[in-house]
């Protein structure tokens, strides 16, 4: 099939998907577009049939600022034309699956399929926040097929949009080959003792996050045992969670090393994931550990109780329970059986409900039942 792909570069999980998703569709024969704002987020190294378009907006005196979102149209319209695109997958409802909506308009009724994928900011932030419920609805209900990344999110749209558009749960993935604990020993000397634990955060640092709770937990764990902490990523919150760490008096202990292209090295030397959001309709940061058979502390919001199964793979607390996440990590680093039965529980977890082999097929599925009949691929 030919496919255009459209998403954000920018650093995060709905780019990290899509480009997996783009290049295991490519590894599987289709021809793959992406459709962005720069090079997606973790796309690597070039791999054959995947191509990349950059969206430029246009800069001119009449524009006070320039029109993104309508390049983004014109761009997936002529690819539409001049790649013949059979499917057009939007990860987001805005911008993208606006200007998909919009782009297939202006080709003036071609048969491309748009399909949409939730990923949660779009329906738990943009849309619930009104100013563009409008423009969120339009780019779900013009979509021929919506698919979200947790149940809990295909819940919430529904709700919100009191719509009765059917939404394909797709949860997301990690490709378990790549994603695989490593020998890390080498490395880890250079950031603990032997024998401390490192517990590790990756995120954008955004205030859903809730970077400060991962520093007090943290600093309640180094209450009780020398420890490490592993900070991953950049954001609008580090300021913060650096303020934090001096004021908690932990700064030899922790580790800011900024957003990093290939995290399984940095999950293979930890010991707990903290994942203490707010709002999280997935979760990916939790599946990427739990592949590395690093145990997970979160908070039962969103979608993560889909992937993080209390008391098997991980712990699951309330929002802002610092006492109980500290109690949680503490568990799993003071017993090594119990840790090393929720390492195993986690990585099998992944390999049978979030691998990239399972995952892609139901995409694939999904896009063949759309366009119907004969597919038609174009690599070997
Ligand atoms: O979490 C973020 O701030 C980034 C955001 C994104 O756009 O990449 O992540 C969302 O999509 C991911 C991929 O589906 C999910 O794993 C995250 O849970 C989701 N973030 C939120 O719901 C806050």
């Given at each position: 099939?030919?496919?255009g792909?459209?998403?954000?570069?920018?650093?995060?999980?709905?780019?990290?998907?899509?480009?997996?998703?783009?290049?295991?569709?490519?590894?599987?024969?289709?021809?793959?577009?992406?459709?962005?704002?720069?090079?997606p987020?973790r796309?690597?190294?070039?791999?054959g049939n995947?191509?990349?378009?950059?969206?430029e907006?246009?800069?001119?005196?009449?524009?006070?600022?320039p029109?993104?979102?309508?390049?983004?149209a014109?761009?997936m319209?002529d690819?539409?034309?001049?790649?013949?695109?059979?499917?057009?997958?939007?990860?987001?409802?805005?911008?993208?699956?606006?200007a998909?909506?919009?782009a297939?308009?202006?080709?003036g009724?071609?048969?491309?399929?748009?399909?949409?994928?939730?990923?949660?900011t779009?329906i738990?932030?943009?849309?619930?926040g009104?100013?563009?419920?409008?423009?969120?609805?339009?780019?779900?209900?013009?979509?021929?097929?919506?698919?979200?990344?947790?149940m809990?999110?295909a819940?919430?749209?529904?709700?919100?949009?009191?719509?009765?558009?059917?939404i394909?749960?797709?949860?997301?993935?990690?490709?378990?080959?790549r994603?695989t604990?490593?020998?890390m020993?080498?490395?880890?000397?250079?950031?603990?003792?032997?024998?401390?634990p490192?517990?590790?955060h990756?995120?954008?640092?955004?205030?859903?996050?809730?970077?400060?709770?991962?520093?007090?937990?943290?600093a309640?764990?180094?209450?009780?045992?020398?420890?490490?902490?592993?900070?991953?990523?950049?954001?609008?919150?580090?300021?913060?969670a650096?303020?934090?760490?001096?004021?908690?008096?932990?700064?030899?202990?922790v580790?800011?090393?900024?957003?990093?292209q290939?995290?399984?090295s940095?999950?293979?030397?930890?010991?707990v994931?903290l994942?203490?959001?707010?709002k999280?309709?997935?979760?990916?940061?939790?599946?990427?550990?739990?592949?590395?058979?690093?145990?997970?502390?979160?908070t039962a919001?969103?979608?993560?109780p889909?992937?993080?199964?209390?008391?098997?793979?991980?712990?699951l607390?309330?929002v802002?329970?610092?006492s109980?996440?500290?109690d949680?990590?503490?568990?799993?680093?003071?017993?090594g059986?119990?840790?090393?039965?929720?390492?195993?529980h986690?990585?099998?977890?992944v390999?049978?409900?979030?691998?990239?082999?399972?995952?892609?097929l139901?995409?694939e599925?999904?896009?063949?039942?759309?366009?119907?009949?004969v597919?038609?691929?174009t690599?070997?």
């Amino acid at each position: 099939m030919r496919i255009g792909i459209a998403c954000y570069s920018s650093v995060g999980g709905s780019g990290a998907l899509a480009a997996e998703l783009g290049k295991q569709l490519s590894l599987r024969g289709h021809e793959v577009h992406f459709i962005s704002d720069g090079i997606p987020f973790r796309l690597g190294d070039f791999q054959g049939n995947v191509f990349l378009h950059e969206v430029e907006p246009p800069h001119h005196d009449v524009f006070r600022y320039p029109p993104f979102e309508l390049a983004l149209a014109c761009k997936m319209a002529d690819l539409i034309k001049t790649h013949s695109l059979e499917v057009l997958h939007a990860h987001y409802a805005v911008p993208f699956a606006v200007a998909a909506y919009l782009a297939k308009e202006m080709c003036g009724g071609c048969p491309v399929q748009v399909v949409t994928t939730l990923h949660g900011t779009d329906i738990t932030l943009l849309a619930r926040g009104r100013a563009m419920y409008d423009a969120v609805r339009l780019g779900v209900e013009k979509s021929d097929a919506v698919t979200a990344v947790s149940m809990s999110l295909a819940e919430d749209t529904k709700r919100l949009f009191g719509s009765n558009k059917t939404i394909e749960i797709i949860y997301n993935f990690v490709d378990t080959v790549r994603y695989t604990r490593r020998d890390m020993s080498n490395v880890r000397r250079h950031y603990a003792s032997p024998g401390e634990p490192i517990l590790v955060h990756i995120s954008n640092f955004r205030s859903v996050k809730r970077v400060p709770d991962v520093v007090r937990v943290f600093a309640g764990v180094r209450n009780t045992r020398p420890a490490k902490l592993i900070l991953v990523g950049e954001g609008p919150e580090v300021p913060l969670a650096r303020s934090l760490v001096r004021e908690l008096g932990v700064e030899q202990d922790v580790y800011f090393v900024g957003t990093q292209q290939e995290v399984v090295s940095i999950l293979s030397m930890s010991d707990v994931m903290l994942l203490p959001s707010e709002k999280e309709s997935f979760g990916l940061a939790a599946i990427e550990a739990m592949a590395c058979e690093t145990p997970v502390v979160a908070t039962a919001v969103g979608g993560l109780p889909e992937v993080v199964v209390h008391g098997e793979t991980g712990f699951l607390t309330e929002v802002g329970d610092i006492s109980s996440m500290i109690d949680y990590v503490n568990a799993l680093l003071e017993d090594g059986a119990l840790h090393r039965a929720f390492a195993k529980h986690g990585r099998e977890r992944v390999e049978a409900c979030f691998s990239s082999a399972g995952q892609v097929l139901k995409y694939e599925e999904l896009y063949r039942t759309m366009v119907g009949g004969v597919v038609s691929t174009t690599f070997p």
